[in-house]
């Protein structure tokens, strides 16, 4: 059974995928999900990680630009920017715990960018996590 990790691996390949301008992602993306054995559970949460980054992608893209220091945003290698919206989504729209977020989105990055995009992605996220906790607060 993969583990919520190996999900967020695949919907980092399908946002790639995406990213990229593949028209058939959507087709594709439940036969990724089989291919790397993402079934029930798993395959909802991921799919709906998924879903839920691409229904809200201008906002997330937004809160991306708006911490990017020295960065255009056009420029950023695809895996990091994969990597960074699914961790903004999940910073921004669901109750998971900010630190397991950023936690996971360094590890895809170790795993799946170059030598600096765990850094990289680290800093983005931490700084869109204190905004958006600032904002929390206020409210």
């Known amino acids: 059974m993969a583990t919520r990790h190996q999900s967020r691996g695949a919907v980092i390949g399908l946002l790639y995928a995406h990213d990229i301008g593949n028209p058939e992602v959507q087709q594709f993306s439940e036969d990724l999900l089989e291919e790397k054995k993402i ?6 949460f991921a799919l709906g990680l998924y879903n839920g980054v691409l229904s ?12 990017l220091k020295d960065w255009d945003f056009e420029r ?6 994969s990597i960074l919206r699914l961790g903004t989504y999940e910073l921004l729209y669901t109750e998971l715990d900010r630190a397991v977020v950023i936690n996971e989105a360094v ?9 600096q995009s765990p850094k990289f992605v ?11 906790s600032k904002k929390g607060e206020e409210a």
């Open 122 to 132: 680290n800093g983005v996220l931490d700084a869109i996590e204190k905004t958006t």
């Open 39 to 44: 079934r029930n559970k798993q395959r909802e």
């Open 56 to 67: 809200h992608l201008e906002t997330i893209d937004s809160e991306i630009k708006a911490h």
């Open 76 to 81: 950023l290698d695809h895996v990091d920017k």
């Open 107 to 115: 590890e895809l990055a170790k795993e799946l960018g170059s030598d």
